[in-house]
């Protein structure tokens, strides 16, 4: 029987997750990370693209990342 190539490091996050610390970690996740998305979507108009194509829709993802970044950087500034 063989194994795939990341099975390994896959049980090891899985084992880090689920530990006490992980279990921590991952409830700031809902926080942190999905709240940056929520955020974008409602508030920064990423939930609709009014432009076409793959390029243009990432552009437009890229841009909206950067100006979170920039946000992040200028609240702890004022």
Not at 42 to 60: A, F, K, P
């Amino acid at each position: 029987m063989t194994r795939h190539f990341w099975e390994e490091c896959k049980e090891t996050v899985r084992e880090n997750r689920l530990s006490k610390s992980g279990k921590i970690l991952y409830k700031k996740r809902k926080e942190k990370i999905e709240r940056s998305f929520a955020d974008a979507k409602e508030l920064l108009g990423l939930r609709y693209c009014c432009l076409q194509g793959r390029d243009n829709v990432q552009e437009q993802a890229l841009m909206t990342a950067a100006c979170q970044n920039m946000e992040k950087i200028a609240n702890p500034l004022s």
